[in-house]
Nanobody
Framework: QVQLVESGGGLVQPGGSLTLSCAAS????????MGWYRQGSGKQREWVAS???????HYSDSVKGRFAISRDNAKNMVYLQMNSLKPEDTAVYSC??????????WGQGTQVTVSS
């Protein structure tokens, strides 16, 4: 079973940038399409971005053009570069398998707060 640990969140002003990291332990990571998700306070978890094993990326309309997902299969890592952050991006961000695949056990996630 793959275990996921997210990091890199924090407090940032509107218009700022953050890079989130997701470390995956266990076998099979490099073969899986992975995704980033977020859950704002009182809201349902939503898909943000995903990346195939070969590096093809997809984004939700709300983050397209501002966020970039990437992965390093040799290091079992997935990243989310977030630019031009908005207050509505405030949420707990988590990584897991891409939509359509049975998710791994969810990690703790990392809090991102966008506020002046």
């Amino acid at each position: 079973q793959v275990q996921l640990v997210e990091s890199g969140g924090g407090l940032v002003q509107p218009g700022g940038s953050l890079t989130l990291s997701c470390a995956a332990s266990g076998s099979g990571f490099s073969f899986n399409a992975m995704g980033w998700y977020r859950q704002g306070s009182g809201k349902q978890r939503e898909w943000v971005a995903s990346i195939t094993s070969s590096g093809l990326a997809h984004y939700s309309d709300s983050v397209k053009g501002r966020f970039a997902i990437s992965r390093d299969n040799a290091k079992n890592m997935v990243y989310l570069q977030m630019n031009s952050l908005k207050p509505e991006d405030t949420a707990v961000y988590s990584c897991n398998r891409a939509p359509g695949f049975t998710p791994y056990v969810w990690g703790q996630g990392t809090q991102v707060t966008v506020s002046s």
